[in-house]
């Protein structure tokens, strides 16, 4: 768990608890020349990369769910996080918004 060494590492002698809750997340990487159309349709989040930049991380609804969306290194790369009961649901959604942008 590198992240709970840096965590430890940042707060020294701070009274502090990390807990890794990954397992409970679904991660769907949304990639390609859409990408930010399709997210858009899903939330309202100002997607532009100058309001939204690489490494940036909002809390957000997404299709109607609790969703945490990350703007990826790569200019059109995102990965959206949601809780792993609603990770078919979001799935179902992606591929129904996705038919839009099929070549």
């Known amino acids: 768990m590198e992240a709970a060494a840096h965590a430890s590492e940042a707060l020294g002698q701070a009274l502090h608890h990390v807990a890794d809750v990954t397992d409970g997340w679904a991660i769907f990487?949304?990639?390609?020349?859409?990408?930010?159309?399709?997210?858009?349709?899903?939330c309202g989040l100002d997607l532009h990369p100058r309001a939204f930049a690489a490494d940036a991380c909002a809390q957000t609804l997404f299709a109607?769910?609790?969703?945490?969306?990350?703007r990826a290194e790569q200019e059109n790369a995102f990965q959206l996080m949601?809780?792993?009961?609603?990770?078919?649901?979001?799935?179902?959604?992606?591929?129904d918004a996705a038919a839009e942008f099929a070549l």
């Open 64 to 70: 109607q769910c609790f969703a945490v969306l990350r």
């Open 82 to 95: 949601v809780d792993q009961p609603l990770a078919g649901h979001i799935q179902a959604w992606l591929a």
């Open 29 to 42: 990487n949304i990639d390609g020349a859409h990408s930010r159309d399709l997210i858009a349709k899903g």
